[in-house]
């Protein structure tokens, strides 16, 4: 096997597997034996994990045929910008609908610091 195809094979499992537990965690955690139909704080764990799965799904993507060093590091920082975009939705909806108490706003500003620090410097011309 080479190493683009094993690339490509790791991004589709990232993002079947990041989409599944960003949307539809209870569905996607229970053929693990897992039930989080009454688990809210469970669901959001599932959903933080989904956004990291996307965000690696779209790095391996983007670097996958990547010839420079510039663009091993745009791949890195779209990938940071989906992680930042994506967590920054489940934090807010975490915060709003989650058991956790103001403190999980916290998550939502992380997010929201990280998604423009990387949507800066992937849109910033040189």
Do not use: H
Request: hydrophobic share 60%; aromatic share 16%.
């Amino acid at each position: 096997m080479k190493l683009n195809l094993f690339i490509l094979i790791a991004a589709i499992l990232g993002f079947i597997f990041g989409l599944g537990f960003l949307l539809i965690p209870v569905q996607a955690i229970a053929p693990y034996g897992v039930d989080l139909s009454q688990n809210v704080v469970g669901q959001f764990l599932c959903r933080y994990f989904g956004s990291a799965l996307l965000a690696l799904a779209v790095t391996w993507l983007m670097a996958r045929d990547a010839k420079t060093e510039v663009a091993l590091k745009r791949a890195g920082l779209m990938g940071g910008l989906v992680l930042g975009v994506t967590g920054f939705i489940v934090a807010v909806w975490d915060s709003l609908a989650g058991e956790g108490n103001s403190f999980v706003w916290i998550n939502a500003v992380i997010y929201a610091f990280l998604g423009i620090g990387f949507a800066y410097f992937y849109f910033k011309k040189d």
